[in-house]
């Protein structure tokens, strides 16, 4: 089974409305532009622009993520976004388990698990992101550490359809750093990760779901990451700001061979 290479822009806290609808207008023009292979794509802006972002990209494939979510469903949780908010504003995907949400907001494991399942329950795409630290690659930990994440985040979740769920490996060196995990070192990883899907799930899960790349992708670097086996994608951080930047990573997706 192929896998359509997923290049997903996260934006983190940056970008008001205005400079969100600027972007995904130009964004779309030029992504219609482009020829060769699939690929989807879809940007992570702050809450505040995920319905500006929807607005924008209507009429086009071009997918919005939100960066994060809370489990419940409605209620009394001040400042927390719940999974049907997201739907309503448009998005498809939320990325959960991000590196500065574990190191800044607590989240945890546990915390990803249940964000998880309430996506789901809403027919939203969960982006698990996970990944080793510095510390742990150095100790030689780096595979226990992605297996403990990936199965507690992932724990008793029945997926069946690999189309919803996609895999973020991050190694937490990498992100914003300027240092990047090289092709190797994300192939060995995310082999590793797809047969541990096969455990988790089936082996027709392991087969489709999309493992993405994410720590320092950039124009010059997103082509050769691309070209590995399990490389699925990439989650892009600073590059995906600067929308010519952003355009070159998809360009470059669109020649993996499947
Ligand atoms: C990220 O924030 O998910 C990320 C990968 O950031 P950067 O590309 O800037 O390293």
């Known amino acids: 089974m192929s896998r359509t290479p997923l290049i997903v822009g996260n934006w983190k806290m940056n970008k008001t409305i205005k400079e969100t609808k600027d972007f995904c207008l130009r964004l779309k023009n030029e992504l219609t532009a482009q020829k060769n292979g699939p690929v989807e794509v879809a940007v992570a802006p702050p809450f505040t622009a995920l319905a500006a972002a929807a607005e924008a990209f209507l009429g086009s494939t071009i997918a919005v993520a939100a960066q994060d979510v809370f489990w419940a469903e409605s209620g009394a949780f001040t400042g927390e976004i719940s999974p049907p908010l997201l739907a309503d504003a448009g998005c498809r995907y939320a990325v959960i388990g991000h590196s500065e949400r574990r190191q800044y907001f607590g989240e945890n494991d546990e915390s990803v698990n249940k964000k998880a399942a309430a996506l789901m ?42 189309a919803d769920l996609i895999i973020a490996y991050e ?42 790349y994410g720590g320092s992708v950039k124009p010059d670097n997103s082509a050769e990451l691309m070209a590995m086996e399990d490389v699925d994608g990439a989650l892009v951080g600073g590059a995906s700001l600067d929308v010519q930047f952003f355009v070159e990573i998809v360009q470059g997706a669109r020649t993996k061979k499947k």
Do not use: H, Y
Not at 144 to 157: F, H, M, P
Not at 194 to 208: C, D, T, V, Y
């Open 121 to 162: 329950k809403a027919g939203l795409i969960p982006i698990l992101c996970l990944g080793e630290s510095l510390k742990e690659r150095q100790g030689g930990l780096a595979f226990s550490v992605v297996e403990r994440q990936t199965r507690e985040g992932l724990k008793d979740l029945g997926v069946k359809n690999p």
């Open 171 to 212: 190694p937490v060196w990498a992100i914003g750093t300027g240092q990047t995990a090289t092709p190797q070192q994300a192939q060995e990883i995310q082999a590793f990760l797809r047969k541990l899907l096969r455990e988790l799930f089936s082996p027709a899960m392991a087969q489709g779901v999309r493992i993405l």
